[in-house]
């Protein structure tokens, strides 16, 4: 299964009032593992950044100036993510803004749904936490990602963060980085030793001997003998 991990930044909150897109960030998984592939861009929104807006991820107008429109990348982006399945926190923020950059630059596009599916995670974390806070940064705290180099949002940095919480949230571990330098488990109650405890199973007499007797009958019927065999 392909799966994209999707953040952006925008000017402001709603593309009713003109905001644009000027980030996005993406990171392909293959059946849960992540394969290295990711998409990033800085986009000139062709227009100003609201304050607000700066103020969460930094992105000034001097910055963004000299950067590619998003119609110079939409079939980049749309070759990316087609035919996977997109993973975003709060999806409804995302998809209607890159859904009207598509009808900004030429409507024959169409939708981000003609060409993936859509798993929004907020809505996932509040069926598996209701009642309680499920921003990223509180999802981070839940799942003990390391999220303290996120001073300020960005694209790309928070598609990584929710690539860990995602697959924490739904299969109890983290990725491996991709130099395998860590390993993040979920599921001890000690915050000082966050492996969950295993325990220990007595398997009853009868079964041992069973065992035994299936050994004994594959050592005889293979020339080899048995690879494995109980001590």
């Known amino acids: 299964m392909r799966q994209i991990v999707l953040d952006t930044e925008t000017t402001g909150l709603e593309p009713q009032d003109g905001h644009r897109?000027?980030?996005?960030g993406a990171l392909e998984l293959i059946e849960r593992r992540p394969t290295g592939n990711s998409f990033h861009r800085y986009l000139n929104p062709e227009r100003e950044v609201e304050e607000?807006?700066?103020q969460v991820h930094g992105l000034s107008?001097?910055?963004l100036q000299d950067k590619q429109r998003f119609g110079e990348i939409s079939r980049e982006l749309l070759d990316f993510i087609e035919g996977a399945e997109l993973i975003i926190h709060n999806a409804p923020?995302?998809?209607?803004?890159?859904d009207h950059e598509l009808k900004l630059c030429n409507q024959e596009l169409g939708k981000v749904e003609d060409y993936a599916s859509i798993l929004d995670t907020l809505s996932l974390a509040r069926?598996?936490?209701p009642g309680q806070r499920n921003s990223l940064d509180a999802l981070c705290r839940r799942y003990e990602v390391d999220n303290s180099n996120r001073k300020l949002h960005g694209a790309l940095?928070?598609?990584?963060?929710?690539?860990?919480?995602?697959?924490?949230?739904?299969?109890g571990q983290s990725a491996l980085d991709l130099n395998l330098k860590r390993t993040v488990i979920q599921g001890g109650d000690d915050a000082d030793n966050p492996v969950r405890q295993v325990a220990a199973v007595t398997v009853p007499t009868h079964e041992l001997e069973l065992h035994?007797?299936?050994?004994?009958?594959?050592?005889q019927g293979c020339e080899s003998g048995a690879l494995w065999k109980l001590d």
């Open 21 to 24: 897109i000027i980030e996005i």
């Open 52 to 54: 607000g807006a700066l």
């Open 61 to 63: 107008n001097e910055f």
């Open 93 to 98: 923020f995302d998809i209607g803004f890159i």
């Open 127 to 129: 069926e598996l936490h």
């Open 157 to 171: 940095l928070d598609a990584e963060l929710l690539l860990d919480v995602y697959l924490l949230m739904t299969g």
């Open 212 to 219: 035994a007797q299936r050994i004994a009958a594959i050592q």
